[in-house]
């Protein structure tokens, strides 16, 4: 599949997909440093443009034909960490849904912060794909189970043209895995450290094993006195098991590496200010004095970059920005296999265990119901994972599949039937959501019941 990327950064998400399998085609960012930085480490994909012009962004965008659109557009009116005045970055949202409207490729995939999700922007861009055809699945992600160690929570929208809403939801649910620690990243170098007495009090004695080590002298490497006094630069994070990261509002400062790593933001590398030492959160585990403050290349790793990455900017800032905003890589990798699996008809939405309940209450036998629900699923995989939010082009693409006309008549009917059922019992959960009061009690009509 073929990807454009819009509000790309310095390319994690691109990074993510191309590692998932994604031909990247293109990506744009306005911030020249990290475009300059995409292009060193991903490849010649990345050129400077402001996505408001949609004048000369989209006819590009239409003849470079993209199987899916990607991107993050600006969050900062959305956190939870700003002033949530939806102003000009809220507005590149609305630019995000207008050029996937107009180009329409068969995918789009947007991340933003949770907040977005309840923004007018998103109600109004969602508006708008809607016109355009889309369905989608709405996400609410923590990216320590999607493959990096950072509790960092972030809204994904996914969507298809022609889908029905929730589509992937069952799938992206089954791409989770445990929640990743900042051990399981950093593996046996963690719990290790060297000390090399330094020559003078101005200069660290404690060296991780993944860095050089200095000059050895005699008596160099020797056990960590228990008089040692810390250096600020000493490799705490290996010398004790904790790390620090500057909360945000009255949150944890300190963290063990056997937990993820709160959300990565431009300010984690700060030390403790005298306020918090002096006032520390009460669920630290130990001293916020005692703990580690990660070096860019830590910050960078947790953050989903790999130990290769290079970056080059002229201010320290200007690296921990773009590795703030970007999107971890490998959770773009996990949600791109999820994408491709259905692609290529390898998964199915799972059918939801309440549509057997609203079988049996509406009239059926337990076995007709389970009957029903597996004729719907055997539809589905016909269909290739394909749902429709047309219910008569649903049909009609199942009855074009020569698998189907291969079947027996009774069977080819049960399938028709069980994917009209199943449309209702979609569109009156979505209704019984909304409206309670609405439900009604009514049996069905369909496929016989079977003993």
């Known amino acids: ?112 912060v949770i907040g977005c999700a309840k923004s007018a922007t998103w109600r109004e861009a969602r508006m708008l794909l809607k016109r355009a055809g889309y369905g989608f699945t709405e996400s609410r992600i923590n990216a320590s189970h999607y493959g990096v160690p950072q509790s960092r929570r972030r809204l994904f929208v996914i969507g298809r043209i022609g889908e029905r809403d929730d589509f992937l939801a069952s799938s992206i649910a089954a791409a989770a895995q445990p929640s990743m620690t900042l051990r399981d990243l950093f593996g046996v170098v963690t719990p290790a450290a060297i000390y090399f007495p330094a020559t003078s009090e101005a200069r660290r004695s404690i060296w991780g094993p993944d860095e050089p080590a200095p000059t050895i002298r005699e008596r160099s490497i020797r056990p960590i006195p228990a008089s040692y006094q810390p250096h600020p630069d000493d490799s705490a994070l290996i010398l004790n098991g904790f790390v620090y990261s500057r909360p945000f509002r009255a949150g944890r400062g300190v963290r063990s590496i056997d937990e993820p790593f709160p959300t990565v933001t431009r300010t984690v590398w700060e030390r403790p200010t005298s306020r918090y030492l002096s006032s520390p959160h009460p669920d630290d585990p130990v001293a916020a004095a005692e703990t580690a403050v990660l070096k860019v290349h830590q910050i960078s790793r947790i953050q989903g970059f790999p130990a290769s990455w290079e970056w080059r900017a002229s201010a320290k800032q200007d690296i921990l920005q773009m590795i703030a905003n970007a999107v971890p890589a490998p959770v773009a990798t996990a949600l791109g296999r999820v994408i491709l699996d259905r692609e290529s008809g390898k998964t199915t939405p799972e ?101």
């Open 1 to 112: 599949m073929r990807v454009v990327e819009l509000f790309s950064g310095a390319g994690g998400m691109s990074l993510g997909l191309q590692q998932a399998g994604f031909e990247i085609l293109r990506a744009y960012d306005a911030w020249p440093v990290a475009v300059e930085n995409y292009n060193r480490n991903i490849g010649n994909h990345a050129v400077i443009a402001d996505l408001k012009d949609l004048l000369s962004i989209v006819p590009e965008i239409l003849s470079l034909t993209p199987d899916l659109i990607c991107g993050g557009p600006p969050c900062q009116d959305y956190s939870s960490a700003g002033n949530r005045k939806e102003a000009d970055n809220a507005r590149l949202t609305m630019a995000f849904a207008m050029i996937v409207s107009i180009v329409k490729p068969q995918w789009f995939m947007m991340e933003n």
């Open 351 to 451: 059918i939801a265990g309440g549509f057997l309940q609203w079988l049996v209450k509406r009239g059926r036998s337990k076995a007709s119901a389970r009957n029903v629900k597996a004729s719907a699923g055997r539809a589905r995989r016909i269909l290739g994972g394909r749902t429709f939010d047309n219910l008569a082009l649903e049909i009609a693409t199942l009855e074009s599949h020569q698998e189907f006309h291969e079947m027996r008549k009774p069977t080819q009917s049960d399938l028709r039937q069980a994917l009209r059922i199943l449309a209702e019992y979609q569109t009156s959960s979505g209704r019984l959501q909304k409206k309670p009061q609405q439900a009604t009690a009514q049996p069905l009509i369909g496929l016989a019941d079977a003993a």
